[in-house]
Every structure is written in C-alpha cells, then in structure tokens.
C-alpha cells in the first residue's frame, strides 16, 4: 500500500510530515481558543481539527472491525495508522461539515454574537455529534474499512508465499496483483478471492479453455446462463443424468483477464442478497463460512478447505 505524506497547511511545502503530533495539536488548540489571524487562518484550524477528528472515526471504525489475523503484527498496524492519518488529511477535503460548524462557531455564526467566540474548540466538541452525523453513518465507515482492509493484505500475502509450495507461490504471484485491484474495489476480502480461485481451479491447473486452446480466464467455472451477455466458451463436460453419466456440451464464462474474473465473482458477492452476509463478517475465514452457508457450494467440507487454503496466505505459515 501506498502512502503520500501531505505537507501540514500553512507550513511549506517543504515539511512533508504527518499533522498528528502533540506540538502541533496543541498549537491548534492555542490558535483555535485564541482564534490568532483571519478567516485563512481559521479555516486552517477548522480542517485540520476535522481531519483529526475523522482520523478518530476511522480509529474506532479499525477497533470496532478488529479480530482480522491479518492486522495482528506491529508493523503492519503502524502503517495502517500512518495511511489513515493522510486518509483523513484527503477526506477532510472538501470536508464532511464540520470544519464549516467550527468557523461559524469561531466568527461568531452560531451564538449570535458579533465578536469571535473565544470557546468555539469547546464549543466545536459538545456540538460535533450534531455537525457529523448528517454526513456520516456507520455503513460508509463500515465500507471504507473493508476496503483499506483488503488492500492492506497484500504485504502479508507477500510475505506468506516465500515459505509456501511451488505451486502456491505461482498461482498467488500471477494472481495477487488482480485480487488486490478487485478487493479494493468491492470490498470483498483478498484471502477470500485467492482462496476460493485456487480451490475451484486447482491452483490454477484446471483452466477452462477455448477450442484453440486459449484461456477463458474463467477460475470459478461459471457456466453462461441466459442473463450472460458476454463472451461463452463451450466446453464437453461430464454430467450425471437419469442414472448414468453423459457427455454434455456446457457454455461457460469467458472473460478477457483474471481480473475480470475475479471481479465477475466478486460482483456475485457484494451486490446478491443471498450473499449479503458475506460482506458483513470479520474475518475472511469467517467469510468462507459464509460462502458455504449461503448455498454456494454441496461440499459440506467447502468453507474448511478455503480455510485451509487462507492457511497458506498467513505470515510465518509453512
């Protein structure tokens, strides 16, 4: 992941440090209470306040979604902590109300007065749940988590694979960079792509071919029912019938790259009702319990086989 370190405003572009240290939140307590300089300077206070303060929600969204294996080491929490602070520098503009609350409050807006409120930080504090909610709800927190999440997994995915089998650390090193693409995109957890990639295509041995003989890029085996509007492989398969098994021509899915693949199931997931639970769960183990009870799969032993598999993608696995 990716993390661009924002100069704090009003400081130069030459200081690319985070804002959230306690010299410079104590200087914008200062500036706020003594309300020092003119409207620019007020409204630097207000956003880096509002930025400070979504850094709070996004803390205490991680808390409220902990229990994931993946953030248990101290070095990748330290990173999650430094990206979610210059997050918050990015989310705070143009804003989510707040900042505007407190510069009201600041001149005067609010209280009727016609002079500064030299109490507008306090002021700003008691009234933060009411300048906040209206722009904010738990399931857009809840989202955005899931997809700092799923991007975040990739370091341990990396580190997993050098200890693993040939045959894993070749399918995850072909496959990581689209599963990392679409799991950022909706939110579906990476471990759970991988996982579920590997177990229906065999670590990738059983792909699905076009009569030339080319890739259908297909790694769940969807066949192409009637609402498939895109391409269609058509493959002999054996089906068993009347008591006795046939060779059947099937129609299946073809896509132009994994990716795509990946993100056809992943579409699956996060926008079918039947699967709405799925996007809910807290681990990506749990996820694959999900998957099982929804009805995906017959196989009783469907979700402890993904499991299994996610075994592979953790630090220090063998």
Known sequence: MSIHYYPRPGSGAEQPVSMFDAEQLAQLKRNAQDNKGGTAEQQQIAQQFEALFIQQLLKQARANASGNGLF?????????????????????????????????????????????????????????????????????????????????????VYSAVRGAPEHVRNFVGKMHAAAEAVAEKSGVPMKLLLSQAALESGWGKREILHENGQSTHNLFGIKA??????????????????????????????????????????????????????????????????????????????????????????????
């Open 72 to 156: 248990d080491s101290e070095q990748v929490r330290m990173t999650q902590s430094m990206g979610d602070e210059q997050l918050s520098l990015q989310l705070a503009n143009p804003g989510i109300g707040l900042a505007e609350a407190l510069i009201r409050q600041m001149q005067g807006g609010e209280t009727g007065m016609g002079q500064p409120d030299s109490n507008a930080w306090q002021q700003g504090l008691a009234n933060r749940d009411q300048g906040v909610a209206r722009h904010v709800d738990a399931p857009s927190i809840s989202a955005l988590i899931r997809k700092l999440s799923a991007k975040g997994s990739l370091d341990q």
């Open 225 to 318: 029912g009637k609402s498939w509007t895109g391409k269609v492989a058509h493959i002999m398969t054996t089906e068993f019938e009347n008591g006795e098994y046939k060779k059947v021509k099937q129609p299946f899915r073809a896509y132009d790259s994994y990716e795509d693949s990946l993100a056809d199931y992943a579409r699956l997931i996060s926008t079918s009702p039947r699967y709405e639970s799925v996007m809910q769960a807290s681990t990506p183990q749990e996820a694959a319990q999900r998957v099982q009870d929804a009805g995906y799969a017959t196989d009783p032993n469907y979700a402890q086989k993904l499991i299994k598999i996610m075994a592979y993608f953790d630090a220090g696995s063998r």
